[in-house]
């Protein structure tokens, strides 16, 4: 069975915190994605990765990084949070067939004080 | 034009009745169309998944895709209290490490 794992569920953290959210599939997939939601907004690609040190920007990366050291794990880094990045952050991964789509992790909600 | 639109919500509907979740879309270069379904504080789970025009059943789920009218409908027949969630339709070009575009996704409620 497919498996995303997120470090946390549920994260508070004050404003101009440095913070770090870790995601981990066990399907030896080659791209990752990080993806945050919003009411109204639906979801918002982030930044991705298709292969180990390897990223693209997204949608919306201003205020993020990423990290991908080995292939089983993306990391999302919030250098200096902020309030508007209170929300709830989802983390995927795929294979690199066309025809295959992506898994998703249970999601951190995040809320910055 | 957003390139994938979805019917806003919220929606609510008695148990047993058949639902009808809808996206359109601009880009004709889309040929994957997929269903994500996601409970209240969950992350989404695939739920249909379609290549190119034509319908897919899966139980009480039917999948239609339009691409001359660039249209992608989710039937829901014999609704069950269950069935309460948001529905996302995402779609993609295909090709290696294509991205997928998601709708905003609509929250369905079925009373029972």
């Known amino acids: 069975d497919v498996k995303v794992t997120q470090s946390s569920r549920y994260l508070v953290k004050r404003t101009g915190e440095k913070v770090f959210l870790e995601c981990v599939q066990d399907?030896?997939?080659?791209?990752m994605f990080w993806y945050r939601q919003d009411p109204g907004l639906g979801l918002r690609l982030i930044y991705f990765?298709?292969?180990?040190?390897?990223?693209e920007k997204g949608d919306i990366p201003e205020g993020y990084s990423v990290s991908r050291e080995k292939k089983e794990r993306f990391s999302l880094i919030l250098e200096s949070a902020s309030t508007n990045q209170t929300s709830m952050y989802l983390c995927?991964?795929?294979?690199?067939?066309?025809?295959?789509?992506?898994?998703f992790g249970p999601g951190t909600r995040l809320l910055v004080l | 034009q957003k390139e994938v639109e979805q019917d806003p919500g919220p929606l609510s509907v008695p148990e047993g009745a058949i639902v009808s979740l809808n996206c359109t879309y601009s880009n004709s270069a889309f040929q994957y169309f997929m269903w994500y379904r996601q409970y209240s504080r969950k992350g989404p789970e695939l739920l249909m998944y379609?290549?190119?025009?034509g319908n897919k059943e899966d139980g009480r789920f039917t999948a239609q895709v339009d691409k001359s009218s660039k249209y992608i409908s989710l039937f829901i027949r014999d609704s069950q209290p269950s069935d309460s969630a948001t529905y996302l339709c995402a779609m993609s070009a295909g090709g290696a490490n294509s991205k997928l575009t998601f709708g905003k996704g609509i929250t369905l409620s079925v009373r029972p």
């Open positions: 379609t290549y190119s025009s």
């Open positions: 399907m030896d997939h080659e791209n």
């Open positions: 990765s298709y292969d180990v040190k390897m990223k």
């Open positions: 995927a991964s795929s294979t690199r067939l066309p025809q295959e789509t992506q898994y």
